[in-house]
DNA sequence: TAATCATTCTAATATTTATTAGAATGTAAT
DNA sequence: ATTACATTCTAATAAATATTAGAATGATTA
């Protein structure tokens, strides 16, 4: 077998594919963005501050990888996660960095208002907490990306109507904020907001990915 | 916050530099190379087949995304893995890779000499075996990498060596033989001559980086 | 100390990839 | 049908990466 060679080359070729996609830091953005449920490519841009082109073009490569699948309704055309181990995926690039880079620590942590966040080993309290009733468990994302999934016992108030619904929040117990994970703002945004108001919020860095990835 | 793009980007291009580490074949290879072991530049560049002067770029791409660390000895500069998980991480893009991409399938088809690959949920069944005798499980990586690490009851014979050490075998008995991972193709030369000379022998993908990932 | 060796660094070029603009496609509304 | 709209495709350029060669480094051996 002389020709060992090329069929190795070919493997690591393929493999290489799934690497890419995720190299750049916009792609890394859109299949967080994916992570939360299907949305169009409209929005895609929008949300990952983009052009709509762009988009369109990083959304081609994740196709050509197979990392995503796409369904017309109307004038839109939706993206979605071709699987959950893509989420899972995303997951596991994002821990490794934080654990390996120095420089992606140190700008988490100037998104941690305060040394409030929760760690992955206080899961089964919170939900023991949240079961009770003892804690809220919010989510700040738009709702419909809590309707597509959310962690349990979550309540939905997306951060835009916050200030407008804080009525509805208790101000004698913790409530804990969620977003997208740990490098959507929105959670930080409505935990400083709560804590401003007379709450007492505290900040959870995972979003429905995270919290679905087992042994963290 | 007028800023949290500024910041966002800053997140997403520091993962980013993890993903570029697996975006490019030879680096890929370099990885899979690094799982059985730390190695020097030249064994790096002779088992990847390619030039030093790039195996050393290559590597140092690993190393400033600190996922490698070196240690001299002697004239020769050795590499290894900065922490199991990064292992863990080329186990989950191949998978995931094997998973998505067609044309991956079809070209580990071509390697699968029989049928005979086992599939992961054999796992136990094969352990309980190998531990009262009844399969031998062969290792068939060069004996550094074997005394690095190797599958629980695993007997070393490198490939090199196989054809000379045949009577260390049983002939009664079947021989699982497993490599580096799924694409190392010593154990698939392992088993076509062990099967030609009259042993009953079968393909292991999984190498040790492959069986210490969990969940699979 | 000089010579040798393995490896890295620097610089240059070849190849890819990212990004943008304009034309084309397919659907929905008028 | 015609128009508007969302998205993709094609083609062009700008930016980044892979690869190679030559000089430099740092440790070992003669």
Redesign the pocket.
């Known amino acids: 077998m002389k020709d060992a060679r090329k069929i190795k080359d070919l493997l690591y070729e393929q493999v290489a594919r799934i690497g890419?996609v995720f190299?750049?830091p916009?792609?890394l953005e859109l299949v967080e963005l994916l992570c939360q449920g299907e949305k169009?490519?409209?929005t895609l841009a929008h949300e990952a501050s983009?052009?709509?082109?762009?988009?369109?073009?990083?959304?081609?490569?994740l196709r050509a990888a197979h990392l995503v699948e796409?369904e017309?309704q109307?004038?839109?055309?939706y993206y979605r996660l071709a699987d959950k181990s893509v989420a899972d995926l995303w997951v596991q690039i994002h821990t490794l960095a934080e654990e390996r880079l120095i420089e992606l620590q140190m700008a988490l942590q100037k998104i941690a208002t305060q040394p409030h966040d929760l760690v992955p080993s206080d899961r089964e309290s919170l939900m023991k907490a949240a079961r009770k009733g003892e804690v809220v468990v919010l989510d700040v994302r738009p709702s419909e990306e809590y309707l597509t999934a959310h962690l349990p016992f979550a309540r939905s108030i997306p951060l835009e109507e916050l200030r407008k619904r804080l009525g509805e929040l208790p101000k004698d117990r913790a409530i804990v904020a969620y977003c997208r994970g740990p490098y959507c703002l929105m959670a930080a945004d409505a935990v400083a907001l709560l804590n401003g108001e007379g709450y007492s919020a505290i900040h959870l860095r995972d979003g429905v990915a995270e919290w679905a990835v087992t042994n963290r």
Do not use: C, D, P
């Open positions: 890419k190299s750049s916009k792609r169009s490519v409209e983009i052009s709509v082109k762009l988009t369109s073009a990083h959304l081609r490569e796409t017309r109307g004038k839109n055309i």
